[in-house]
């Protein structure tokens, strides 16, 4: 498995409204590289996603929280029900709940993705995965 990207943020976590003493540092090693979680309250969550070169997240969607990607370095592809979007440092995309979704890194460069859940229920559970490059089970909430 390849090391974790750790981009500097600058600045970013301290401009969030919380005390980093206040959340622990909650961070998963993903086949695709990992997430970190950077705040939570009731109904967001926002996380660090970091998607190691050539590879790419699996093809989901969720019952219960729409997401708001934003990309910070690298370059991505992101699918969007029948819509592909190239994402760049630049550029946001939004996925509705219940969209089917992606995102990949097809390039030779690290991505960092913010993304910002906002739902009711904020699981790692509320995932339903119809495609996994990593033969992962689909989680069924």
Known sequence: ?????N???PNLVAHLPFSQRSLPMESEERPWGSWTLLY????I??????????HRLSLQ?????????????????AQVGDDM?????RSSVEIPLGMLHR?????NEPV??????RGHILREDDIVRLEDDYHRIASRP
């Open 61 to 77: 969607y969720h019952h219960h929280r729409s997401e708001y990607w934003t990309c910070i370095a690298g370059r991505a592809s």
């Open 1 to 5: 498995m390849e090391e974790n990207l």
């Open 85 to 89: 979007v190239e994402m760049d440092p």
């Open 45 to 54: 969550k926002v996380k660090l996603i970091e998607v190691n070169p050539g």
């Open 7 to 9: 981009f500097p943020i």
């Open 103 to 107: 995102l990949a890194n097809h390039g």
């Open 40 to 43: 939570e309250a009731e109904g």
């Open 112 to 117: 960092a993705i913010v993304e910002v859940q």
